[in-house]
């Protein structure tokens, strides 16, 4: 048997591939949408791509199943457990099955058994792999997707609070009580390989580590150590952060079938032509460093750095029904194009050069400041407001007292709550986000913004009271 895992670090999602190198058959379980890496592995190891399977509807990537079945000749696999409304609705002339608690499939002679494993949503799945090919009459491991993380388990929130299914929240909860009890009746030895790791939003406290034990978890998973039902869905439900605007999007297109992706190239746009673009229409994302924009940049451009954290950033601020232009390096426009891919942000019209940006005249820049210029010079100005954009949690914790609090997601349909005759200052814990908070309120008019350099954190070093 062949086996290999696959790490989207921007997205903290984890895919697989299992063979049977007796008949050259391979499957992926939850897979990305850039198919590259798949077909890139089956060509060096020597196998056909001939099944994928996903363990639920996502909320939090763009699913390649559909990609890969129209690419391919492959069969999916996919749930037909839980409610009417979360079915999969893309399937028609694509070749499938459709898979309830206890069914089995085989890819060569590996062995996938079904297990309904609801709570994260009502039609999550596990797989139990059996290498029968191998000779093993027991199971090796389990796919848990978002049913069981290392240290963790799925929220139950997300159908509730990202798809405004009302209720689901609280029976989601019980239903991962009842899961977690069938998980608990497992071999200690199974190996568990979960659809994401830490940084992933689809639960509070995910491990590092890729790969755990059933054993393990049912000695370290604090969601393991329960055995009361609703002391369990209450620390469950309790401090669980806040989902990304755009998992809605994704959980909408994920059930009706993400778009096929095209392979056109992305053109260059000239400064000269750039304006075109630059309407209520649009948005221009400039993924050069927080330094290198505060010095200088195009006026109403977006700073989103490329980095581990775009893609989320990109998913809570661009619109779906908007174009795209990019200022990026041009050796890494294919990159963030296929980050922005990966949540389903496909309308990229074209990318502009970062290094014709610095060329140009007439800049805007915003100042960073020091926590000690803050206290020193503005926080008792009546013509300057200080703006908190950190998670809820954060907030909860501690700030400082008599500031603005708009978490950096939801700035920009927040802008009404700051007053346009004061200059904000903005921070976040360190000076990261709140970078980006004030690249956005320059781009929607507020041109006079102040970064507090190092953020929260620095603020703290010098000794002034916090607030909780």
Known sequence: MF???????????????????????????????????????????????????????????????????????????LSNEGEDDWKYQYLDG?????????????????????????GHTPESISFLLTDEGGGSS??????????????????????????????????????????????????????????????SACGKSLGAVPVSTVGYEKLNNWALQYDNEDKFSEELLEGQPEPP???????????????????????????????????????????????????GHLEGTVNIPFNKSFANWAGWIAEYDQQIVLIAEENQVNEVKKA??????????GYIPAQEVKKQSGLESYRNIKPKELEAEYR???DYIVVDVRNQSEWDEGHMEGVYHIMLGKLKDSL??????????????????????????????????LNLEGGFSAWKEIEQPVKS
Not at 340 to 349: A, F, T
Not at 433 to 444: E, G, V
Request: aromatic residues 10%.
């Open 3 to 77: 086996f290999k895992s696959f790490f989207d670090e921007n997205l903290a999602q984890m895919s697989y591939m299992v063979g049977c190198q007796k008949t050259g058959d391979a499957i992926v379980i939850d897979p990305a949408r850039d198919l590259t890496p798949y077909f890139d592995t089956a060509i060096k190891e020597g196998f056909s791509i001939t099944k994928a399977a996903e363990t639920h509807i996502h909320a939090d990537f763009l699913s390649g199943a559909r990609e890969l079945a129209n690419r391919e000749d492959v069969t999916l696999y």
């Open 380 to 382: 008792d100005h009546d």
């Open 340 to 349: 922005l891919q990966s949540i389903g942000l496909d309308n990229v019209v």
């Open 416 to 449: 009404d709550q700051i007053p346009s005759d004061k200059t904000p200052i903005v921070h976040c814990h360190s000076g990261s986000r709140s970078a980006i908070a004030a690249s956005i309120l320059q781009a929607y008019g507020y041109k006079d913004v």
């Open 138 to 199: 027991v199971p090796m491991g389990i796919f848990t997707g978002d049913f069981v993380f290392v240290g963790d388990v799925g929220r139950p929130d997300l159908l509730e609070k990202a798809a405004g299914a009302k209720g689901t929240a609280s029976s989601g909860a019980k239903q991962m009580f009842q899961s977690l009890e069938r998980f608990k009746e497992l071999p200690d030895y199974v190996q568990v390989w979960p659809g994401h790791g830490a940084g």
């Open 245 to 295: 605007k755009y998992f809605a999007m994704m959980k909408k297109l994920n059930k009706e079938g993400p778009a096929l992706l095209n392979d056109s190239e992305t053109k260059s746009i000239r400064l000269s032509h750039s304006g075109e673009y630059r309407n209520e229409q649009s948005i221009v994302i400039d993924t050069r460093s927080s330094d290198e924009f505060s010095q």
């Open 94 to 118: 694509l070749d499938h099955k459709l898979v309830h608690d206890q069914d089995h499939f085989y890819v060569g002679n590996v062995r996938f058994d079904v297990m309904h494993t609801p």
